[in-house]
Nanobody, 123 residues
Framework: QVQLVESGGGLVQAGGSLRLSCAAT????????MGWFRQAPGKEREFVAAITWSGGNTYYADSVKGRFSISRDNAKNTVYLQMNSLKPEDSAVYYC????????????????WGQGTQVTVSS
């Protein structure tokens, strides 16, 4: 069992930046592929980014490609999401997730989820 805790969310103006962190306890993250998802009010949870266990491969939704960057520090048991050039449409609760048993973009594939951190981008 692994517990995930996100942090780093907040209120930022359009064009600004935030870095989200996802810290794990219970088990080392180094054995898990990891993902970031987001959910805006009234919308389904959607894929944002994913990273393989070694950090050797990363994947992004088209909507964030070139603006967001996922990384990990297995020694610190932490995964990060650097978000630059933020837009109001990026406003959502952001969740990290671990251990996709299937496709990395599929919410159903992940076994472990954090509680989420709110990101609000003002125009």
């Amino acid at each position: 069992q692994v517990q995930l805790v996100e942090s780093g969310g907040g209120l930022v103006q359009a064009g600004g930046s935030l870095r989200l962190s996802c810290a794990a306890t219970g088990r080392t993250l180094s054995r898990y592929h990891m993902g970031w998802f987001r959910q805006a009010p009234g919308k389904e949870r959607e894929f944002v980014a994913a990273i393989t266990w070694s950090g050797g491969n990363t994947y992004y939704a088209d909507s964030v490609k070139g603006r967001f960057s996922i990384s990990r520090d297995n020694a610190k048991n932490t995964v990060y999401l650097q978000m630059n050039s933020l837009k109001p449409e990026d406003s959502a609760v952001y969740y990290c997730a671990a251990d996709p048993g299937g496709s990395y973009w599929d919410t159903e594939a992940y076994d472990y989820w954090g509680q989420g951190t709110q990101v609000t981008v003002s125009s």
